[in-house]
């Protein structure tokens, strides 16, 4: 039961496929649509649950999602001085989700046909949308997640660049010492690197994945 809610989790658009991390909740059975509100202490105890999922089973799936989670956190959630703000808003321009979802129009001007293909076909992405005519991506229903085709990565990457010249998330920049130190856990039981704020974004690879 839990490992078919963690990987359900993942699969939905609860998941952020493109940036990673999770959003606050789902609002429906599928765990398709979220508010897309991002918290810390969300993404810190689900990094927990994911990572304590891979000690006990030892699926790649599920140290990939704790990566990518905490890539997400150090990326977009960290301090100048090293701690970690509380979350990112679900709104940009006045509409919720608008930031995250997408039309199969821009990801073919975005990747070209061929790429677009692919990468839809992966995502679920169709003409009609799944969100207000636009495109929640997820990993529902794909018969399986654990193998994911070497071309989808870069091609992630690409969206993920391009998500980001769009209006930028509110960040709510408190620093709570009780959440940091859920995420200070989260990343030493997932034994991952600690790096300085001055270093930048690195490559981290954790020790027990």
Same mark, same amino acid.
């Given at each position: 039961? =839990? ?6 989790? @993942?699969? #939905?658009? $609860?998941?952020?496929?493109v940036g990673g991390g999770f959003a606050r909740?789902?609002?429906d059975e599928m765990w398709l649509v979220p ?5 810390? +202490? !969300?993404?810190? /105890?689900?990094? %927990?649950? +994911? ?9 790649? $799936?599920?140290?990939? &999602? ?18 970690? @703000?509380?979350?990112?808003?679900? !709104? ?6 608008? +930031? +995250? ?5 821009? %990801? ?6 061929? !790429? ?19 495109? &929640?991506?997820? /990993? *529902? ?10 071309? *989808? ?19 709510? !920049? ?9 995420? *200070?856990?989260? %990343?030493?039981? =997932? ?8 270093? #930048? ?9």
């Amino acid at each position: 039961m =839990a490992e078919q809610t963690l990987e359900s989790m @993942y699969r #939905g658009g $609860l998941f952020d496929h493109v940036g990673g991390g999770f959003a606050r909740y789902s609002t429906d059975e599928m765990w398709l649509v979220p508010h897309f509100e991002k918290m810390l +202490y !969300d993404n810190a /105890l689900l990094a %927990l649950a +994911y990572t304590e999922a891979y000690q006990q089973t030892r699926r790649p $799936l599920y140290g990939e &999602i704790v990566r990518r989670t905490l890539d997400y956190v150090l990326r977009e959630l960290r301090d100048f001085q090293g701690g970690f @703000y509380c979350g990112q808003d679900a !709104d940009s321009e006045g509409e919720e989700g608008k +930031y +995250y979802v997408f039309t199969a129009g821009e %990801l073919r001007d975005l990747l070209g046909p061929e !790429d677009a293909e692919a990468f839809c076909g992966w995502y679920g992405v169709t003409e009609t949308g799944n969100f207000a005519g636009k495109n &929640i991506l997820n /990993l *529902i229903d794909r018969e399986q997640v654990q193998r994911e085709p070497v071309r *989808i990565r870069p091609l992630r990457e690409r969206v993920y660049a391009y998500r980001l010249e769009r209006t930028c998330l509110h960040r709510d !920049d408190k620093v709570l010492a009780a959440w940091n130190g859920l995420m *200070i856990a989260a %990343l030493a039981r =997932a034994d991952w690197p600690w790096m300085s704020p001055a270093i #930048g974004t690195p490559p981290w690879e954790p020790r027990h994945f």
